[in-house]
């Protein structure tokens, strides 16, 4: 099964197609599309409410079914649980006719954007995105926006939740389980916000307006260490994945054309960073030609 949600592809172990995004229609809300290989559509359902709905990530849940993740501004329809018109967190499970199985959201007073739902060994998931709130189900918020991960289990009770972030607006988009048992994850840090702090093999070293940003965590959710990198211009992380030697693998965008990034190719070009399991770099490396070129996604091959 092939998985595309705008232009990012995962791979599902069966032969058909599911589609999730945003519905314009008059139930504003998430449409999930089935189709056979030979591109017959085998249905198509929406979910939501009144307010602004917006599916960004899926997964085959360990039942079989499907784990929906996104953000939304409902308080009625499919979402049960919420009151204010603020945007959360929101999780939907469904069965392999669309049906739903549950519903359950999780944010505080104010705006949580969904980034990225991941597997964990445990049976459970993991939820990347970012907050601005520091209530309800969001504790320790250091600022304006700040990377928000949310350990679930199976039933989708939170198990644990981090934030990680300064006073600027810092974005999560994706995290993951590591080979130690451990979590990685990625995304965008508002350098500037932070006067320089944020990496703690360099401390007070800023290197402009915004980095890649990598988090490494324990089993508990406890920080392990913390890099980022990037240079004068704009450098956004967007994905990232393990490497066999236990390393990293960061990709994005970046503006940037000094300091960690050695040949830049136009305006924004793709930016792979690789680390070593410490978070120590060893090499960067451009991709595109004199114009914008946007990197959203990474896989590993063979």
Known sequence: MYFIKKSKISFLPFLSILLIGISCGKDDGTN??????????ELVKTYGGSGIDEAVSVVEAFDDNYMVFGSTRSTDGDITDKTGNDSDFWLLKISKTGEVIWSKTYGGSNDEEAARITKTNDGGYLLSGYTASNDGDVSNNAGFHDYWIVKIDASGTIMWEENFGFSGSDQAYNAFQTSDGGYFITGFFDVSASGGAGNDLQKGVAHGVGEFWGIKLDATGTKQWRRYFGGTNNDRSYDALETNDGGFLMTGTSESIDFDKTDPKGSYDYWAVRLT????LLWTKSFGGEEIDNSYASIKTN
């Open 32 to 41: 999930n599309i089935g189709s056979e290989i030979n591109g017959e559509i």
């Open 277 to 280: 399991a410490n978070g120590d």
